[in-house]
């Protein structure tokens, strides 16, 4: 199962560029994305690799 899920902004601004992708990596990292899907009782669902 793949869900497609996308988080940006606009390509003039790094900075936020990259936090959203410290975030992102963080949050997979830290187990936070795998306990919504455990949480949600998503089946067939895993965490992606990281970047």
Do not use: C, D, Y
Not at 35 to 49: C, D, N, Q, T, Y
């Amino acid at each position: 199962m793949a869900v497609q899920q996308a988080i940006g902004t606009n390509r003039q601004n790094a900075a936020a560029a990259e936090w959203l992708s410290g975030f992102v990596e963080e949050a997979k990292a830290s187990g936070l994305v795998a306990s919504f899907i455990e949480k949600h009782k998503v089946r067939g669902l895993s965490v992606a690799p990281a970047a």
